[in-house]
């Protein structure tokens, strides 16, 4: 028989053989993924596991904090949480390019990871949170000819250069099976349900170029609106949900003045494995409540639109 507590126990036999004595990074980004991730490597390994953090200026409002505080609250895991920020928004600086995007946040991850595992005593292992959808969208799509749709940085084998060997203990799984073995090894039930969050972050909701004051309205934008998505009781049942602001101001009115501010989109979708999805049917009332106070608490946009494509032939993500 088949159940996840005989999952997780194989989980661990394989990472303690594969690994030995040797020392094991994993980056962890708050996801669900890297998160269960790194409580199985502790649960096998114990402290021959170091996990590095690294804000990389593209996440959340208080996404840092809280997960930090999640795991230095609730594990007893050693964490380097890095603010390289500036780093990154100064490499990403005049980077319009979806591609180009993700390729220097994928190098400069590596180099960050680097650094750090640098300091890592017999460091030999970088522990990643792939789970079996991005093995198979990263090579094919729908049967046809090997194409790459997107290159998720967090797959495709790190560069050897970085001289560190993959551990991935969730290749096989599907993001259901993940949430499963989340509970199973404990993880906090609002932190399992969490949204998928791309490695990228906000780079690839902020199309074309990035700036700083562009991320700020982001944050709150998006803010407002998974506040509307819980209050309403909807989260759980939308799979991903988020803002993405638009590379263009339009004109509106504010009391007797004019504005000019950016537009953003609403996004949220249902899917099962990410790899095809349907735009979530929210209706009209939630829709203009929501209009409403994005424009009413978020100084810098004045038009709200919701995106109503589905995957395919619109992919999750705006880039
Ligand atoms: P798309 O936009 O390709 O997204 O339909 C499918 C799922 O993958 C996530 N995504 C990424 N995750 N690095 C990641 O770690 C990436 O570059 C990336 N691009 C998309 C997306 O959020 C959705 O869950």
């Not at 593209?58 to 895991?77: C, G, P, S």
């Not at 990263?138 to 790459?148: A, I, M, N, W, Y």
């Not at 095809?276 to 209706?283: E, I, K, L, V």
Request: aromatic share 8%; glycine share 10%.
């Amino acid at each position: 028989d088949w159940t996840m507590a005989g999952y997780r126990q194989q989980a661990i036999d394989a990472i303690r053989e594969q690994v030995g004595d040797a020392h094991v990074i994993c980056g962890l980004s708050g996801g669900v993924d890297s998160s269960v991730t790194a409580i199985l490597l502790h649960e096998a390994i114990g402290d021959q596991l170091t996990c590095v953090f690294v804000d990389h200026g593209l996440l959340r409002q208080n996404e840092a904090t809280e997960v930090v505080k999640m795991f230095r609250d609730n594990y007893n895991i050693k964490l380097i949480a890095a603010d390289e920020s500036d780093l990154f928004l100064g490499e990403l600086e005049g980077v319009s390019d979806p591609e180009l995007k993700r390729k220097t946040i994928g190098r400069l991850f590596i180099d960050v990871f680097q650094k750090y595992a640098n300091d890592i005593k017999d460091a030999e292992y970088l522990a990643q949170g792939t789970l079996y959808p991005d093995v198979i969208e990263s090579v094919s799509f729908s049967g046809g000819p090997s194409v790459t749709i997107k290159s998720h940085h967090n797959v495709g084998g790190l560069p050897e250069k970085m001289g560190l060997k993959l551990v991935e203990p969730l290749r096989e799984l599907f993001k259901d099976e993940v949430r499963a073995l989340g509970h199973e090894l404990g993880l906090p039930a609002s932190f399992i349900g969490r949204h998928p969050f791309p490695g990228p972050g906000l780079a690839i909701r902020c199309p074309g170029e990035i700036t700083r004051e562009k991320l700020d309205i982001l944050r709150k934008a998006d803010a407002v609106y998974i506040d509307q998505i819980r209050k309403h009781g909807l989260y759980d049942e939308i799979w991903q949900a988020f803002v993405a602001i638009l590379p263009v101001r339009t004109v509106g009115v504010m009391g007797d003045g004019r504005t000019y501010d950016f537009a953003c989109a609403l996004r949220a979708v249902t899917s099962v494995d990410g790899m095809t999805a349907d735009y979530y049917p929210f209706s009209h009332e939630f829709l203009g409540e929501t209009a409403t106070r994005i424009i009413n608490e978020v100084k810098g946009i004045n038009r709200v639109t919701y995106d109503i494509t589905s995957k395919p032939p619109g992919t999750i993500e705006w880039e």
